[in-house]
């Protein structure tokens, strides 16, 4: 087993790991990352609604809430973190629909408090503007007509959070910070100067621990007993919508009671149950049922009634963390811990992927905090190249990427027009199994869902990684493609 | 060849059994320039899967496996003198037929061919499309994926199985994973009878003794990494499942056998009108689109049951597009067809009233002793037995068109009794 | 001594549940349930004779493709079917094979081939 000696390690590679890990890098320091998955952003993130730039909404967001505060710090970080990193982005705007007189008294009362605060608290926020009726339903036809109005959030924005995540990853580890998936942390113990933390791939001592493990950070904060916190986690359900539905709208729409509809990035809808409405969940259970899902249907058909089962292609929850179950979401427990020194929590809360930018840039300050030496790293690069995406240019940026690498010219995955030369530069930026893949560049996530492309992808991933292609997983060990080989069975008997 | 603005009288999409079928009338009907358009490293798309027998009864008189039919088509294929374009995708259809391509070989390319086939065949429910819910684990795959993995690329997904739907490619794998050594331990099914070919649920379900449950489904799916096990539950009269009825079946992976969706994916960006109950194209006799010199056949049009259908209704379509190609636009259609009593669907929907035409019909329910009435005349004999699964053929002669007062007909499917 | 077994007939979608009632030493003495003649001589055909075409596939060597299609020539006993996969998962074929050519000879005496339903 390898030993590794460094004097910062990141527990966890989503989204908020991996932005701790970069911004650590724009500083001379030895630090590492590991995550347990085979790829980043697998837990927590991927679950995500993919919306950034939440916050105008003064209601929930408070300056007593520290999620509240990172999400607001982190509003004008967004934008230029995904255009140095070439991760989509794009400003979509919310409409928050009200149904009647009686339903303006929030609207009313959030653009006064907006008004009040926007100057001290979100000096970059473009203002909110209160909709009427006829341009609600001109923007936006596909809307229920019992809505009579809307609150309009210009600031909102939509990415693609794994993507995101990798992206951090990649370019922090450009940067030099020690990047390990597939390590998994088994127990953490207090050496003389350094934690000694036992993975799968060795003992990793190290003089600082960030604890950016998601789902998991009360069990690894446990381990050393810097558990001074509880969280309460609470289930979320999310769908997505074949991508012919994806024009039924263009903004983001919720209202209070019945969850959110919004665009993706890669032409989809997306819908789900807001996480205030949603029960407790038992931690680590990422099973959906019938009843959140018909909820979710049900909600988002109230928003918009054309959304129907039939057009879903997949679904999934996710967890949410909450700091403190009465208040609601918006605490969070960034901070080093009470009992133990030179541990730091980073459990950003909720909105979490909006949280991250501020977060990693407090967790930095609490590092220098708690005695470490930062100096600037002279070849800090900020920017990282992003693989080519075939679908998304003109027919003559296609013929000359394909006269640079034919590969370009075989679409191995229908649905998403994805190309071989896709997948290979996926597996060499570090993909190392099929959901891996399906994140880098799509692959899967249309509508067939991997039925065409599952066993071709399978092949590329064997032949580029030189394993056989019953060793390739969906996602890490235990989690295999295809269990035997063909006559395998018969062998046996 | 240089293929960009390259003269051609006739494209097809896709070279499967529907796509090899019309090429090869198109060029027997007089097309000059052919070219069939493949993504798929071989001629035959997914027959070479379907190793097992059944195919050809009806077209060849004998009792082929998939490979075998395949073949022939090929082989007649090649010898028609159509070229063929292997590994390459159709991007994009446009409404004035212009087709975008792109291959390894060619890199990205244009065509503007006099006429089209749409054969791009179907695909296959997914579990997002049923809402089926649990954990995401490895090992819930399409039923047809598993055939490929199976017979194609060498691999058994399993070897403790549970089969959602009975669909035939479900049963078919129930059968084939069996005889690789691996243990089906269910094949559920939603409806109160299974779903495909009666052939196949006795050869390949009674057989090999494969427990069935019928009126239940799949509630849950269990597993972080890996299919763990299902849970499956009865279903009451409104399709709900019955918590008391729940079991848990220890499995490592679950197939999905639960309907295809004809792939027009294509068809819709070129303007091409669907029958949202076929999930194909509105098309008349000649299996013309709304599109004018845009024809489909086979199961990009509606499923099928029987390849030898998909050849014949394809043939149609091959043939049409060569005319079309050669300047001669086929007859307009008169009549809509109008689906009634127990008829889930008719094809083609317009008929011009003035040529034999084979029709196509799917029940909505299983009924014995049926007549067909059109217009409320009847056409055709009595059929002793009628079942969704088992698409109807029937000839419809002119003459028979000539009595139709109307011009939109309603088909119903009657007993003695109605 | 008298036994019922039941035979569902495949010839048309209406799947006939045809009874068969067997006396001493296997003869049919009754049959009911069919609804057309063609039924009842395939529920005789199907309890004298119960035997299937068996479709699989052999390994292959020396081959990019793992697998080539094969086929019995003539049905082969319900009861054997095992016995014949069990032959196939131990035989490996190379290229070149032609369509239609034997890979398994006489398979257990019983005057059946397998042959290749696939150009390899």
């Not at chain 1, 370019?171 to 050496?191: F, S, Y």
């Not at chain 1, 950070?217 to 969280?231: G, Q, Y």
Request: glycine letters at 10%.
């Amino acid at each position: 087993m390898a030993a590794y000696e460094t004097e910062v390690l990141i527990i966890g590679g989503g989204i908020a790991g991996t932005t701790i890990a970069r911004e650590l890098s724009k500083y001379k320091t030895d630090a590492m990352l590991v995550e347990k998955e085979m790829d980043f952003g697998q837990g927590i993130t991927k679950s995500s609604s993919t919306i950034v730039n939440q916050g105008c909404n003064v209601v929930t967001f408070r300056p007593e809430y520290h999620n509240s505060r990172l999400v607001w710090a982190g509003m004008p970080l967004m934008e230029p973190l995904c255009k140095e990193l070439q991760v989509p982005y794009k400003k979509i705007g919310s409409l928050t629909l009200f149904k009647n007189r009686a339903g303006m008294r929030r609207p009313n009362k959030l653009l006064s408090r907006f008004d009040e605060w926007s100057k001290k608290y979100l000096p970059h926020a473009k203002p909110l503007q209160l909709i009427d009726n006829d341009t609600l339903h001109n923007w936006e036809p596909n809307i229920s007509k019992d809505f009579i109005g809307a609150v309009y959030d210009p600031n909102i924005a939509i990415t693609d959070p794994v993507r995101l995540t990798i992206a951090l990853a990649e370019n922090a580890g450009q940067n030099g910070i020690g990047i390990m998936p597939d390590t998994k942390v088994l127990g953490i113990a207090t050496g003389t100067e350094k934690f000694v933390v036992q993975t799968n791939k060795g003992t990793i001592k190290s003089r600082y621990i960030i604890n950016a493990a998601g789902e998991y950070v009360v069990k690894i904060a446990r381990e050393i007993n810097a558990d001074d916190f509880v969280l309460y986690p609470v289930k979320s359900y999310m769908a997505v919508l074949d991508k012919k539905v994806g024009n039924l709208l263009a903004h983001m729409v919720t209202s209070e009671e019945h969850g959110t509809v919004n665009p993706s990035v890669h032409g989809n809808l997306f819908f789900g149950i807001s996480p205030g409405s949603q029960r407790l969940g038992k931690i680590h259970d990422h099973a959906t049922d019938k009843i959140i899902a018909d909820a979710a249907l049900e909600h988002a058909r109230k928003l918009v009634p054309a959304i129907s089962k039939k057009d879903i292609i997949n679904s999934w929850v996710g967890f949410i963390m909450y700091r403190n179950f009465e208040m609601g979401w918006h605490e969070c427990s960034v901070g080093v811990s009470r009992w133990v020194p030179r541990f730091i929590n980073a459990s950003i809360g909720f909105p979490g992927i909006c949280a991250a930018p501020a977060a990693a840039q407090e967790v930095i300050d609490l590092l220098a905090q708690e005695g470490l030496q930062l100096a600037q790293n002279p070849d800090f690069n900020p920017n990282r190249k992003a693989a080519p995406i075939f679908h998304e240019l003109s027919d003559d940026e296609k013929r000359q990427l394909i006269a640079s690498d034919r590969r370009y010219g075989q679409i191995i995955c229908r649905c998403e027009t994805v190309t071989e030369g896709e997948i290979v530069e996926a597996i060499k930026n570090g993909a190392r199994s099929l959901d891996g893949v399906k994140f880098r560049c799509r692959p899967g996530m249309g509508r067939c869902q991997g039925g065409f492309c599952g066993p071709k992808v399978t092949r590329i991933l064997a032949r580029e990684l030189g394993i056989s292609p019953e060793e390739v997983t969906k996602k890490g060990d235990g989690s295999h493609y295809a269990l035997y080989k063909s006559k395998e069975l018969l062998e046996a008997e | 060849m240089n293929l960009q603005g390259m003269d051609i009288d006739v494209a097809v999409i896709g070279a499967g059994p529907a796509g090899m079928a019309a090429a090869i009338k198109a060029r027997e009907k007089g097309a000059e320039n052919v070219l069939i358009i493949e993504r798929d490293t071989r001629l035959g798309g997914l027959l070479h899967q379907c190793i097992h027998n059944g195919f050809g009864l009806l077209y060849f008189g004998e009792n082929l496996t998939g490979p075998e039919y395949s073949h022939r088509f090929t082989e007649k294929l090649l010898d028609t003198g159509a070229r063929a374009l292997l590994e390459t995708m159709v991007l994009r259809i446009s409404g004035e037929k212009e087709i975008t391509a792109v291959n390894r070989r060619d890199g990205l390319f244009t065509i503007k061919p006099k006429s089209i086939v749409l054969a791009m065949g179907c695909r296959e429910r997914s579990r997002g499309n049923i809402n089926l819910h649990g954990t995401r684990p490895a090992g819930v795959l399409t039923a047809g994926t598993a055939q490929r993995l199976v017979n194609i690329e060498g691999f058994l997904p399993g070897k403790k199985i549970v089969i959602l739907g009975t669909g035939d490619i479900g049963m078919i794998m129930a059968r084939r994973l069996t005889l690789e050594g691996a243990e089906v331990k269910a094949a559920v099914e939603i409806l109160p009878y299974a779903g495909g070919l009666i052939r196949n649920e006795v050869q390949c379900l009674h057989d090999f003794k494969i427990p069935v449950f019928l009126q239940h489904t799949v509630t849950k799916i269990y597993g972080e990494k890996r299919v763990r096990a299902v849970d499956i539950a009865a279903l009451d009269a409104n399709n709900n499942p019955i918590p008391e009825t729940k079991r848990t079946i220890e499995c490592d992976t679950l197939l999905l056998s639960v309907g295809l969706i004809p792939e027009n994916e294509l068809s819709t960006a070129a303007g091409i009108k669907l029958d949202p109950v076929t999930g194909g194209a509105v098309v008349n006799e000649a299996r013309q689109t709304n599109v004018e010199g845009i024809f489909a056949g086979g199961n990009v049009l509606h499923v099928h049951d029987l390849v030898d259908n998909v050849s014949w209704e394809s043939e149609i379509a091959g043939e049409y597009a060569a005319r079309f190609a050669g300047g001669k636009k086929p007859p307009a259609g008169q009549i809509t067809l109008k689906a009634g009593r127990n008829i889930r669907y008719v094809l083609p929907q317009i008929i011009s009233g003035k040529n034999n035409v084979d029709l196509y019909l799917r029940v909505r329910e299983p009924q014995k002793k049926v007549i067909i009435k059109m217009g409320g005349i009847q056409v055709g004999k009595t059929i002793p037995g009628v079942k969704p699964s088992s698409m109807i053929k029937l000839d419809l002669s002119a003459e028979d068109q000539q009595k139709f007062k109307r011009n939109e007909i309603v088909i119903d499917c009657l007993t003695k009794g109605d | 001594m008298q036994e019922n077994i039941k035979i569902i007939c495949i010839g048309c979608p209406l799947g006939c549940e045809i009874t068969l009632t067997i006396g001493q030493k296997g003869k049919v003495e009754d049959m009911w349930g069919n609804s057309c003649k063609e039924g009842k001589a395939y529920a005789l055909e199907e309890y004298q004779n119960p035997a299937r075409i068996l479709t699989s596939t052999v390994r292959t060597k020396n081959c990019s493709r793992p697998l080539l299609p094969v086929k019995t020539t003539k049905p082969v006993l319900k009861t054997e079917l095992m016995q014949c996969i069990s032959a196939l998962a131990r035989i490996r074929v190379s290229p070149p094979i032609k369509i239609g050519e034997v890979v398994l000879d006489n398979f257990l005496e019983t005057g059946v081939d397998v042959i290749a339903t696939d150009n390899l």
